[in-house]
DNA sequence: TTTTAGCACTGTTTTTGCTTAAGTGCTAAA
DNA sequence: TTTAGCACTTAAGCAAAAACAGTGCTAAAA
């Protein structure tokens, strides 16, 4: 059990931590704690027990342990508003009509990572369920043609097809049309199957060199759900005096570029979860915050990745202020 | 003047500098000079004494100075055959066929980032030169549609434009008719002012909300050419010996992530241009080599950022061999 | 029973001096 | 002109010493 004093207490530590990145001495604290530093040291000992608090070395100051923050944000945090300066950056983007909500969060997320020193991502996925709108393929030259997918939700893709010599330039008009024809209304992840059970064997029958234009488009289509990823200030989660070591920067830097494991930041939950340190599979030493959004048949991520000495309820608000205002449009 | 000798000596304590990022003593090159250590130290003196080599300390080994890499550079490295493994990894990007130019260059790149461990960077520019082959306008919804331009090298951007309340579709449909018929054919960078002098007074006469529809086009059109950064292997270039100290690599990270230090990679000159340490606007303590190339209407710089011990005569062969299999294309 | 003052104790950090290694410049002889 | 030899300089590594921050424990006070 911990008492009304001992959650004061950690809250005092996590908080003190947060701000100043230093072990946490008992005598600090004798102010606010309302009383000595020996007592203190009694009850840190024991939140120290039950695997709260850490020591760096035997006789240094206490620092929270990942169940420490873990037990702040899940019992002791509380929810804010957004400060005044936060909100009035944010309102400008966030309520500017003309821009599309996929700028809106690129350009929020770009913000939060200013507005807090710590590292955003924001993965991006349109969807597959998007509907196919409208198909353009436009001639270039002899061998480049350029494919154009409008989805319903207002989504553009293209892709650059080459054309081997000496296809005629007829039969790809036709088998163009019959794309066009067949394609419109299917959903971005069924558009490869449609190009190889209707539009395959009709065109077999009547283009010389079908199979030629079959795989060119085939190729062309089969991929074409684009993931986007945007990395905003990481040289922010740099400056943290926790990643003081070039190593360790180094480590963190090789991360972000593997996209493996960025394409891993990706979050199934709704609401905004918390992973701390070990909770999450980007790095132990830091705190990723995320929370999956959905929105114009584009859906993906957004997150946050901090020291684990994060300042959690700033962080939390500004995600739900984004995410309110995401999924209102 | 510099003797014979003297060249020699700079170029064997360039090459060992850049293999092994030591100073070199004096001992360790009377091998390869055939000749007592005291001899090559009253060399090295005279090659210090005009500014070619410094010491980091009064008894330590010699290294290159800015001048000394600029001398390697211009008088004695040669050029040399792209190496067997190198030109292996490579050739399968460059010989394929179906892919884009753009494309090309940004997979090479991004090999030469691995095969030298130096950081690589992709400055892309859609040429304004492009001339309009389509615009093509496509209602989403009531207050959404997407704009569409594919220029005649099958460049294609896009953007979404919100057309605010109330405007009648019809009227849409009429504008977007006019400005097909207007813009075809019309250079990239001359698109809006057809917009303003052409389009603008004609939709003036028969469209009610002309001032809201044009504004909408204006803004859309007005910055259509898009400018693409993409940075290779960050964590090639902290990983070198000299980037060894945290602020050191914050600053650099810092560096890329400046859109206006990254802008100002961008190359004028033609041909493969070496930028040693000062000579460069990005960091004193590396090198820069850069390229502009321009194909297909599109142009740009690739770039190469390493150590100022950067391998030259590799990292020059490789760049070479990019330019010229893009401009023969 | 809880709180507190006092003190011994323990790691960290910083400073200091010392030693070793690498490599130079200079001089005098080859 | 080249070389061997030597005195000299700095960096780098290491250990001991001193200063510091903060703890745990105990015994007394509340």
């Known amino acids: 059990m911990v008492s009304k004093r001992q959650e004061e207490l950690l809250k005092l530590i996590v908080e003190d931590y947060i701000k100043n990145a230093r072990p946490v001495g008992s005598k600090a604290l004798?102010?606010?704690m309302k009383c000595s530093s020996a007592t203190i040291r009694a009850e840190m000992n024991y939140l120290e027990e039950i695997g709260l608090l850490e020591k760096t070395h035997i006789s240094s100051g206490r620092v929270p342990?990942?169940?420490?923050?873990?037990?702040?944000?899940?019992?002791?945090?509380?929810?804010?508003?957004?400060?005044?300066?936060?909100m009035l950056k944010l309102q400008t983007i966030v309520d500017n009509k003309s821009l599309v909500v996929n700028d809106i969060i690129l350009k929020s997320m770009e913000i939060i990572s200013e507005l807090t020193h710590y590292t955003t991502v924001v993965l991006g996925k349109q969807s597959s369920h998007n509907l196919v709108q409208k198909v353009e393929v436009i001639p270039i030259d002899k061998n480049n043609i350029v494919a154009i997918v409008v989805t319903d939700k207002g989504h553009v893709e293209h892709k650059n097809i080459y054309i081997p010599g000496d296809v005629d330039s007829v039969e790809i008009k036709q088998t163009v049309d019959l794309i066009n024809k067949l394609i419109v209304g299917t959903s971005i992840d069924s558009v490869s199957e449609v190009l190889e059970y209707q539009v395959k064997p009709i065109i077999a029958q009547y283009v010389k060199q079908h199979?030629?234009?079959y795989n060119a488009f085939y190729s062309a289509f089969s991929d074409f759900t684009n993931e986007s990823v945007k990395v905003n200030g990481r040289k922010n989660i740099l400056m943290q005096p926790?990643?003081?070591?070039?190593?360790?920067?180094r480590d963190i830097i090789s991360k972000f570029e593997d996209k493996e494991i960025v394409n891993n930041i990706k979050e199934e939950d709704n609401g905004i979860n918390i992973y701390i340190g070990s909770e999450n599979d980007f790095d132990d030493d830091v705190t990723v915050i995320k929370t999956k959004y959905k929105v114009n048949g584009e859906e993906g991520t957004i997150a946050l990745i901090g020291p684990k000495r994060m300042e959690y309820e700033?962080?939390?608000?500004?995600?739900?202020?984004?995410?309110e205002n995401i999924d209102s449009r």
């Open 211 to 213: 199979e030629v234009l």
């Open 242 to 249: 926790e990643f003081n070591d070039a190593d360790k920067i």
């Open 65 to 86: 342990s990942e169940k420490g923050y873990r037990y702040y944000v899940d019992n002791i945090m509380a929810p804010r508003e957004l400060n005044g300066e936060d």
């Open 314 to 323: 700033r962080v939390i608000t500004l995600l739900n202020y984004i995410k």
């Open 30 to 32: 004798c102010d606010s």
